[in-house]
């Protein structure tokens, strides 16, 4: 995997628990793996020595292997994200057979990746849903009680996040907790005690939400203090 433009990150490596460490991280120009990502198709090396220096080359001279099979990761079966490298002893000659399990390892490899990157593509969507749907509902909420337009209202919840440095979703909850609980008097004080009772918000938060998973809402009053708040507030 690349972490940065012209370099690999090495992301797993058996040493054949001979104990050298292995730098984690290799430039792509002094690597046999640029050709491989590159061409996109395996490569089969029987003698490393023979070649210009490589630090695929300088990792296997450390462990006393000289051979290679080096073959690309595709992650969403068309563009390799990624290499695996199989070393061999001095001397040892990679058969079809071995190539082709390497080149089906791979696959397999990518497969993963390509799951992996799916699933972190949807829990952030998941989050950005939930924290939209907290921030429209704090948005109502200053609209009903505060008679702003969702434009300012929205406004009023991105100044208060830059100013508390909190997230827009953390304020837009400390409002629908005010409002909810009626706990507070105002909800600038609200986001006080937010940030100096962090865990029991929250946990306040979880136990608002299986209540409304169950279907039972609390009937709270509305905030106090009508009209806009005060500026900068």
Known sequence: AAPAPGLLR???????????TLSPVVKLSESISQQVLENERPLVISDLTALPPSAEGIMAGGFGLNALVCVPVFIDGQHPGGVLISFAEDGHAFSDLEA???EALARQIGVVWHMEALQGQTQRMKTELETRKRVDRA??????Q????????????????????????????????????????????????????????????????????????????????????????
């Open 100 to 102: 082709l399990l390497a």
């Open 146 to 233: 505060r008679r702003m337009t969702a434009e300012e209202a929205y406004g009023w919840i991105r100044k208060r996040s830059m100013d508390t440095r909190r997230s827009m979703r953390e304020v837009a909850e400390t409002i629908i907790l005010a409002e909810e609980t009626g706990h507070y008097s105002s909800i600038p004080h609200a986001l006080d005690l937010f940030g100096k009772l962090p865990l029991v918000e929250r946990l306040a938060v979880g136990l608002r939400d299986q209540l409304q998973a169950t279907g039972v809402r609390r009937v709270s009053e509305p905030l106090t203090g009508g009209g806009r708040p005060p500026a900068g507030h």
């Open 10 to 20: 090495l992301e797993a490596v058996c040493g054949g628990g001979r104990g050298r």
């Open 139 to 144: 948005k109502e909420i200053l609209v009903d």
